[in-house]
C-alpha cells in the first residue's frame, strides 16, 4: 500500500548568516504515523554542478537535531551532484511535538518512527531520482539501520555516522537503568524527564557539552537555535529512553544485521560520550557488507567536527558514492573494502 500523502503548504527553512539553507532546496510539510505534520525538505544541485543529479542522499538527524543543523554537510553532498532530502523526525524540529511542553525530548514506539520514514521515501520517490545513498547520525543512524533490517530496499548504500545502537549511562549500569524505565512508565511517567533532569538548551556552553571540538561550528549552531527558539529540544523523557534501549536491542540481533546485503559504513567517533564504539564496531562486522571507520580525536558529532576530522566522513562519503553512483561518465570505482579501518 502506498502511504504517500499529499503536500500542505511549504515549510519554513530556518537560516542565520554564515548558516543559511543551501540554495535549490524547498520544505514541505507532510503527514506522518497517525496523522502527525511532519517537516521535510528537498534540495536540488545547480545545473553548473550537475546536468543530471548522481542520485539523492536521504539525510537523517540524530536526538535533538533539526534540518537546520545540517545545511552545511547538505552543501557538501550538492556540491558533489547529489539531490538530499532531509527530514525532522516526530517531536523535534518543526515536525509535530508529542507533548505540550515542546521541550520535553519524548517518544513512545520505534514502529512510529519507522512507519514516518517508510512514508517520508513514499511521499518524495517520484521527486527524489535514484540511486539513493542513506546518511543517519546517531539516533537517526539507528532507525535508518532498522528500516534496512526491516526490509527498506530502495537504498544503494548506507554511510551512519555514531549510531545509536548502544546508549552510555554514565556510572549507572544497564540493568539498574533498565530497572528505572520499566517502573516509571508502569507508573505513568513516560513524559517526565529522566531523573527529573530538563537539561534547558539555551543553558549549553561550548566548555561544558559541546559535542564537537570545533568551536565555530558549534556557535553557528547556537546562533541557529536563538534565532529559532522553536528548533530546540531539552532532555529526555522516560517515554524516550526505552524508545532508545528499545531500538538498539532490536538493530543489534545479528540475524537481522547478516540480512543486510547493501554496503554500510559506520562512521565512529573515537571520543564518542554519547554511544558506545564497541558495539557499533560489533555492529559493523556482522552486517552483509558492513565497514568500520574509527575517526581519531572525533566527538559524536563527527559530521560538525574540525576539518581534518569531518573529513574522513566526507572521503568515506565520497568512497561509497564513487561505487554505488557515479558522477556521469565515469565508470564505478570499486567497492569499499568490507571490515575495519
Known sequence: MNRATAFAAHAPLMGVPGAASPPGGEGDWFRGAGGLRLR????????????TPRGTVVLSPGRTEPIEKYFEVIGNFLARGFCVLAHDWRGQGLSARLLPDRLRG????????????ARLLDA??????????????????????LSLEAGED???????????????????????????????LRHGKAGDYVLDNPDDPFD????????????????????????????????????WLAFALDAGERALKPRALKA?????????ASEDDKVWKQTNRWAARRLGRG????????????????????GVFLDEFDALAGYVAPPEGQAATSAPEKGAA
Open 40 to 51: 521535510a525538505a528537498l534540495w536540488t544541485p545547480s545545473a553548473m554542478v550537475a546536468r
Open 106 to 117: 519524548h517518544a513512545r514506539a520505534v514502529e512510529e518512527f519507522l512507519d514516518d520514514y
Open 124 to 145: 518524495y520517490e517520484a521527486r527524489a531520482p535514484k540511486p539513493w545513498i542513506m546518511v543517519g547520525h546517531s539516533m537517526g543512524g539507528a532507525l535508518n539501520l
Open 154 to 184: 530502495r537504498f544503494a548504500g548506507a554511510l551512519l555516522s555514531s549510531p545509536m545502537l548502544r546508549i552510555k549511562t554514565g556510572k549507572r549500569s544497564m540493568w539498574s537503568v533498565k530497572l528505572a524505565v520499566r517502573w516509571n
Open 204 to 239: 549549553h556552553t561550548f566548555e561544558k557539552d559541546s559535542l564537537t571540538s570545533d568551536r565555530n561550528r558549534y556557535d553557528l549552531w547556537r546562533q541557529q537555535l536563538y534565532a529559532c527558539p522553536h528548533l530546540a529540544i531539552g532532555g529526555p523523557t522516560w517515554g
Open 260 to 268: 543486510v546485503k547493501i554496503p554500510v559504513c559506520v562512521v565512529q
Open 291 to 310: 565497514r568500520y571507520v574509527e575517526v581519531s580525536g572525533a566527538l559524536h558529532e563527527v559530521i560538525m567536527e574540525a576539518d581534518p576530522l569531518r
